[in-house]
């Protein structure tokens, strides 16, 4: 079900501050050009390859952002939680989608239409500056992937996944709808290197997992902060796609 927003005339600005979270209610009373879509688990909202067109934020349930290589290979780059904004690529100048995002449990998802987006960011300081943050951040978040990447070993990848998506899950650290397949994507490795860790993780009492739900401690951090570990695999140039 589709509910497009109308813009309020009334409304001459919009207040916004780049170290709060995004504020769809104000931004569409100022600005219009907002559809909030409530979308079953396994709904895709754009494809690979489709035009960006639009901005995209996730209001309630879990989007997954993947990639497919040339080969075929699909590699999953992030777990979205409630609060996310994503499909940033329609503001940066590519015309094509350059992932796939999908409803991996049933979702409220709001669509910013490119054009109402650009002339917010041309009109209101405050919201340009929202968004000049908001890029910057995810230069930073490719940076630190990138280095991680090339020089953490596949433990200490994981040990900082876990904790991101326990931190984006809200203040009880869960994790849900992840499996072990889907780890082992995110971070570059085998599944039954997933395994093995998760196993020592949970024996060592940084998580437990039940019922395919995660639980983690803030102790897993020890594991997160360490660039070299006792035994640790070295394994640290392995690519997910």
Do not use: W
């Not at 989007?63 to 940033?88: D, M, N, W, Y």
């Amino acid at each position: 079900m589709n509910s497009p927003i109308r813009r309020n005339t009334s409304v001459a600005d919009v207040a916004f501050d780049s170290r709060q979270s995004f504020d769809l209610d104000a931004f569409a009373a100022g600005y219009g050009g907002v559809t909030v879509s409530r979308l079953k688990s396994g709904t895709p909202i754009f494809s690979q390859g489709e035009p960006a067109e639009a901005l995209y934020f996730l209001q309630d349930g879990q989007v997954q952002i993947t990639v497919v290589s040339s080969h075929g290979k699909e590699c999953i780059l992030r777990i979205l939680e409630p609060g996310s904004l994503f499909g940033e690529g329609s503001l940066l100048g590519n015309r094509m989608r350059a992932a796939t995002a999908a409803c991996i449990s049933d979702s409220v998802v709001a669509r910013l239409e490119r054009a109402d987006v650009v002339r917010a960011i041309r009109e209101n300081s405050a919201i340009a500056e929202f968004f000049i943050v908001f890029a910057l951040s995810k230069v930073v978040e490719l940076r630190d992937g990138l280095t991680s990447q090339l020089f953490d070993s596949s433990e200490i990848r994981l040990a900082r996944a876990l904790l991101l998506l326990a931190d984006q899950g809200g203040a009880k650290n869960l994790i849900k709808n992840i499996d072990q397949e889907a780890l082992a994507q995110m971070i570059g490795t085998t599944r039954s290197r997933v395994n093995h860790f998760m196993n020592k993780f949970r024996k060592l009492g940084y998580i437990d997992y039940n019922g395919g739900v995660i639980s983690v401690r803030g102790s897993l951090s020890n594991v997160a902060h360490s660039r070299e570990l006792p035994g640790a695999s070295d394994d640290r140039i392995a690519v997910a796609c």
